[in-house]
C-alpha cells in the first residue's frame, strides 16, 4: 500500500500547514520515544522521502513508517510504551 500525506484543513488553525501520513486504511503518529523526547516542534519537509518496514521488535511486530528524520507508528498502537508527546499532524 502507498504511503500518503494528508494534508490538514486550512480552515482548522492550530493544523494548517500540517499533514498527516496515511498507509492503507491506518493513521500514523509520532511519538516522542522513538523521536529523540520531542515531537510537537518537529517538521517533516514536503518532499522528504516516506519508507515502511515491519518493526518485529516494537509490540509484537508492527509496520512504522521513517521519513524527514522521523519514525511514525500507527495511531493504535501509541502510548504503549510510557509516557510523552505524541502528534498525528506534523509541519511541513
Do not use: F
Request: overall charge negative; hydrophobic content about 40%; aromatic content about 6%.
Amino acid at each position: 500500500m502507498p504511503i500518503h500525506r494528508v494534508v490538514a484543513d486550512s480552515r482548522v488553525a492550530e493544523d494548517r500547514g500540517k499533514v498527516a501520513i496515511q498507509r492503507g486504511p491506518i493513521v500514523y503518529c509520532v511519538e516522542g520515544i522513538d523521536n529523540d523526547g520531542h515531537v510537537l516542534d518537529r517538521a517533516m519537509p514536503a518532499g522528504a522521502p516516506l519508507a515502511h518496514h515491519l518493526d518485529r521488535d516494537l509490540l509484537g511486530g508492527i509496520e512504522v513508517i521513517t521519513g524527514g528524520g522521523l519514525i511514525a507508528v500507527p495511531y493504535y498502537a501509541w502510548n504503549n510504551r510510557g509516557r510523552g508527546e505524541m502528534t498525528v499532524w506534523i509541519a511541513q
